[in-house]
């Protein structure tokens, strides 16, 4: 219960890697506010920390975050419930792939709007109330391909690597008021976005995971936990790659 007394928003909660991170933080006794684009979207996740034997009850809330007045509305409402925020996790994250050639206009900024413009709408919306209480985390979840590229996801890897930029720059920014900023780099997590994939490339990926096997969405959670905890005090504007050793 590390996290008792502590208030924590996970954007894009409704499932996958998002679900995993309320479900982890909420156990270790943080008030998780899990936000979905869909009224009832985080229906799950409430149940299943409602179901942890301890934990604090959560709470849903509707986000689109690529639109600025919708952040604006959540950050409101966050701080007038909670007063405050103390651990911020930027999970909301799309894909639309495509050849580079045949990406339209629209594809990139859709991907862009979201994984990158969403992410800066939403520090942005809480950080002035993180630098004024001098003190919380910030943990934008990136990927691999920010890092790497990767064919048919230029969109994707230019809004990945960004988030990289632009967490760094953060990182610096907040330093003086207490804040750590970091990234958490998954490579191929079991989630709805990657069940789309293949079996084929599914079996090409897995033969390049040293640890021969795909990441669960706890595996990405419980490095989340730990650079919202005390033993991470001195990390910061740092990407933590979580993918079995994959781009290694
Ligand atoms: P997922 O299962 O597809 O879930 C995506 C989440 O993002 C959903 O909760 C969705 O909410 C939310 N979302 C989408 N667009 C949004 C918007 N405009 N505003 C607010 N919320 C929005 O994805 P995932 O696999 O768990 O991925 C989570 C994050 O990890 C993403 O940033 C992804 O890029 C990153 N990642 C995933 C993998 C992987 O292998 N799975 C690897 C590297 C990085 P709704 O309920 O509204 O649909």
């Not at 907040?174 to 789309?196: E, H, K, Q, W, Y």
């Amino acid at each position: 219960m590390q996290f008792q007394g502590k208030v924590a928003l996970v954007t894009g909660a409704s499932r996958g890697i998002g679900r995993a991170v309320a479900v982890h933080l909420a156990r270790e006794g943080a008030t998780v506010f899990c936000t979905s684009t869909k009224a009832g979207g985080c229906a799950d996740t409430l149940a299943a920390i409602a179901a942890l034997p301890s934990g604090t009850p959560a709470q849903a809330l509707v986000v689109d975050v690529a639109d600025a007045a919708s952040v604006e509305a959540l950050a409101k409402d966050v701080l007038e419930r909670a007063g405050r925020l103390d651990f911020l996790v930027n999970n909301a994250g799309i894909t639309r792939d495509g050849l580079f050639l045949r990406m339209s206009g629209d594809d990139f900024d859709a991907v862009l709007g979201t994984n990158l413009r969403g992410a800066f709408f939403v520090c942005k919306a809480f950080a002035r109330a993180m630098a004024k209480a001098r003190g919380g985390r910030i943990v934008n979840i990136g990927s691999v391909v920010g890092l790497t590229g990767n064919a048919g996801q230029a969109n994707y890897a230019a809004s990945k690597a960004g988030l990289i930029g632009l967490s760094k720059s953060l990182a610096q920014e907040l330093a003086s008021r207490g804040i750590t900023v970091n990234v958490v780099a998954p490579g191929f997590i079991a989630t709805d976005m990657t069940s789309v994939l293949t079996e084929e490339v599914k079996t090409a990926m897995l033969a390049q995971i040293p640890l021969q096997r795909f990441g669960e969405p706890e595996d990405v959670a419980k490095v989340v936990s730990f650079l919202c905890s005390d033993a991470a005090a001195y990390v910061t504007g740092q990407t933590l790659v979580v993918d079995g050793g994959m781009t290694m």
